[in-house]
């Protein structure tokens, strides 16, 4: 499951291009390789972050992963679901799941991700 | 790097049912199922039923005459403490450390045999170790591929072998012997979950026949198939050591409290003056367990800190699904002194998480 209108990183994150923010996420394919996740941690809103910075973490019972922006800018939005929902990453990725939104320094920073296919094609190598 | 690893009787089986496999002891056995997870397996287990394909662990005959009083001068505990039909929970200590080579489950059958099941990782050096020193006439056989084993564990497990014809009466740590259409079964009323629960012991080439008709016998009850990730998770709530992470050759059963196991009367058992010299002097750590104040998982090598003291490590640690915060045990210094109820932090990936210690089980057990 990989929707056409995202974009995508090498780290499993998808982003959903939108003005002023764009809203980020874990894939189908991450939280399914994870497994169930139990625990969330997110920036704070107004948190400044850079490109591939690690800033938040997603926990299963079996593993920890990180999260890593995939854009420079600034955290607006956190999903305080999560909290006491963790599971919304697993039933719902691209919907109920999402994780933060941020707004891009550079407007046209989410030019350089990956699209659907490309996303695809690492997924499947 | 799959193609050195051995597979259970059951792989076709697990992979129709979309399992994720892991790498574990040597073999590659399944971690969860397409239709479970984790949280769903493992509640299957506390409140309805599971069935795990736990053939990855090791069997191991030993026969012959004096087979029992042989290996109750090598094994820790004390197999006079049991009679025939009847499981007890071992150890195989290092002769000169006492640091445990395996811990492992010993069925008497009679003084004449005995059938062990170790760990998966440790079982050809559970052999090595029984062959090289047993005397003429009693034979140690590694029978790893010969059985495969089904744990049945839950609340209901008990109506979903009455629903197949199997023995289910059978006490606590006991074992019968049953047919079940052409196969010869061992039924035990074992397992590493917590729950009343039995482990089958079957014939290789019976398993999948067997492994089906569980499935079925158990869809009215809720039955689902659970994997090792769940495994984890409810061994974790027990408090029950896991070899190569709580207990192991460098880590002694004094150390793991486990001295329940030791028959501290015999005149002889691997390891006994290392284990006697070291509760004399008292053990240099302590296995203690650790539950999470905040929203921290402990995790398995993380830094246990007093203060800016560092005074243990973790060794086993998970998110605990029925008490839905972390847990862990972890070996602490002894000198510091620290006991139940003290708070001490975890280096979380570089967060200090604040953790209460406690005494396991962290969930009550309903084993019998």
Redesign the interface.
């Given at each position: 499951m990989i929707p056409d209108d995202l974009r995508y990183t090498p780290e499993h994150e998808w982003v959903r291009p939108g003005q002023p923010a764009v809203r980020v996420g874990i894939t189908d394919f991450a939280q399914d390789a994870l497994?169930?996740i139990?625990?969330v941690?997110l920036p704070d809103p107004g948190t400044a972050v850079q490109t591939g910075q690690a800033f938040g973490?997603v926990?299963?019972?079996?593993s920890?992963s990180e999260i890593y922006a995939p854009v420079a800018g600034t955290v607006v939005a956190s999903n305080t679901r999560l909290a006491d929902e963790p599971?919304l990453i697993?039933t719902d990725p691209y919907g109920e799941g999402w994780l933060v939104e941020i707004e891009p320094t550079d407007p046209d920073g989410t030019g350089q991700l990956l699209d659907a296919a490309g996303y695809r094609e690492l997924t499947e190598k | 790097m799959t193609a050195d690893l051995r597979r259970s009787p059951l792989h076709s089986r697990h992979v129709d049912l979309g399992a994720k496999f892991a790498a574990f002891g040597g073999w590659e056995m399944p971690l969860e199922y397409a239709d479970g997870g984790v949280l769903k397996e493992h509640t299957a287990v506390r409140t309805a039923v599971g069935v795990f394909d736990v053939s990855h662990l090791g069997k191991v005959s030993v026969s012959g005459p004096g087979a029992a009083d042989f290996i109750n001068a090598c094994l820790s505990n004390d197999l006079n403490r049991i009679g025939p039909g009847k499981a007890q929970y071992t150890l195989c200590l290092d002769n000169a450390t006492a640091g445990a080579v395996d811990d492992l489950i010993a069925y008497l059958h009679g003084p004449d045999e005995v059938f062990l099941i170790p760990n998966a990782a440790n079982t050809a050096e559970v052999c090595r170790r029984l062959a090289a020193a047993s005397p003429g006439g009693v034979t140690v056989t590694d029978r790893h591929g010969d059985y495969a084993v089904l744990a049945v564990q839950g609340p209901r497990s008990a109506q979903l072998l009455d629903a197949l014809g199997l023995p289910s009466e059978h006490e606590y740590m006991s074992f019968a012997t049953a047919r079940f259409g052409d196969a010869s079964l061992t039924v035990c009323r074992t397992g590493y979950t917590g729950e009343h629960g039995y482990e089958l012991v079957v014939p290789w080439a019976d398993a999948p026949g067997v492994w089906d008709a569980v499935l079925d016998a158990g869809a009215p009850l809720g039955v689902l198939p659970a994997g090792l990730g769940a495994r984890d998770t409810l061994r974790t709530e027990m408090g029950y050591p896991l070899h190569g992470q709580d207990l192991s050759p460098r880590i002694t059963p004094v150390q793991a409290r486990l001295t329940w196991a030791v028959g501290w009367k015999k005149p002889a058992f691997w390891g006994r003056a290392a284990l006697l010299a070291e509760r004399e002097a008292g053990p240099r750590r302590l296995l203690w367990g650790l539950v999470a104040l905040d929203r921290g998982i402990p995790r398995p090598h993380m830094v246990v800190l007093l203060g800016e003291v560092p005074v243990g490590e973790v060794t086993s640690g998970t998110f605990s699904p029925t008490r839905k915060l972390g847990i862990a045990l972890a070996l602490i210094d002894h000198a510091t002194g620290l006991h139940e109820d003290d708070e001490v932090t975890v280096d979380v990936r570089g967060r200090r998480a604040p953790m209460r210690i406690v005494k396991p089980p962290f969930v009550q057990p309903s084993v019998r």
């Open positions: 497994g169930d139990v625990y941690q973490e926990e299963s019972t079996k920890v599971e697993n | -």
